[in-house]
């Protein structure tokens, strides 16, 4: 079941216990039932094998919409912070890749992973940018390009990088475009679309290219390289040499 669907279901049969409770005055007031749905909701999460980052959402989701509202806002502020989060979170509901950044030292370390000849690196789901950015001024040789789907993520990107012209910040779907003229893959996405990029890189990169993934390694597939960068949350990067005859 994809996991948005779990999340409806589990928010379903947390409503219905808490309804249910309440109609038999087994609960009471506003927000015992309200943390009644809030943990039924989790627990009901938990037996549908959910991610364990699902249960907060879950403890938190109804609590907080009824604290919202409490607080009396105008409707177009909730309409505001709901447009906000579609443009910057767009169809990850569909490729469960949320947004989170790379970070410095993890910028620095892929510096050291590019050829020293100038080369073209591609950021499969650039986000805002954040390593294209140290890597364009470490290396002006260099090209680097971005491609991502989310709109607000990607004029964010395209907006910072406007002074840096070794960057190129294009929106659309990496599934979408060809890698083939690239020496350098990177990404940093999420477990689920690892092996379909595994196969796009082994088909369309040239041998000896180079994918590397931040924290995600391909499924089945021993990396040809593992870095690990001196930072507060122990980032790996893991590398793929394209070999001569690839087998996607
Ligand atoms: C974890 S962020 C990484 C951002 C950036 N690469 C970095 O290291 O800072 C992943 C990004 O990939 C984007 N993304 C996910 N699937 C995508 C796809 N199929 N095509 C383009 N972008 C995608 C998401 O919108 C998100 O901004």
């Not at 986000?127 to 390009?145: E, H, K, V, Y």
């Not at 910072?160 to 190129?168: E, G, H, M, T, V």
């Amino acid at each position: 079941m994809p996991p948005a669907l779990k999340a409806l279901l589990a928010q379903l049969i947390g409503s219905a216990v808490a309804l249910l409770l309440a109609r038999n005055g087994l609960v009471a007031g506003l927000w015992q039932i309200v943390a009644t749905q809030a943990a039924s909701a989790a627990v009901a999460a938990a037996l549908l094998r959910s991610a364990r980052w699902w249960l907060p959402i879950h403890l938190g989701f109804v609590p907080l919409l009824v604290a919202a509202q409490s607080l009396g806002l105008h409707p177009a502020w909730h309409l505001a912070a709901f447009v906000a989060l579609v443009l910057v979170y767009w169809t990850s509901f569909r490729t469960q890749v949320p947004l989170y950044l790379s970070n410095r030292r993890t910028a620095a370390a892929v510096v050291d992973l590019l050829p020293a000849a100038p080369a073209r690196l591609l950021d499969i789901g650039a986000g805002t940018g954040s390593l294209l950015r140290p890597l364009a001024r470490a290396r002006p040789d260099c090209q680097f390009i971005g491609v991502e789907l989310a709109p607000a993520t990607w004029l964010i990107g395209h907006l910072l990088a406007a002074r840096q012209p070794n960057i190129d910040c294009q929106r659309g779907d990496i599934f979408a475009r060809t890698w083939q003229d690239f020496d350098v893959v990177y990404a940093f996405l999420s477990p689920v679309p690892m092996a379909a990029v595994w196969r796009k890189a082994a088909a369309e990169l040239r041998p000896g290219a180079l994918l590397v993934s931040n924290s995600f390694p391909v499924p089945e597939r021993d990396a040809d390289f593992v870095v690990d960068v001196d930072d507060r949350r122990r980032t790996r990067l893991y590398g793929y040499r394209i070999p001569p005859h690839a087998t996607p």
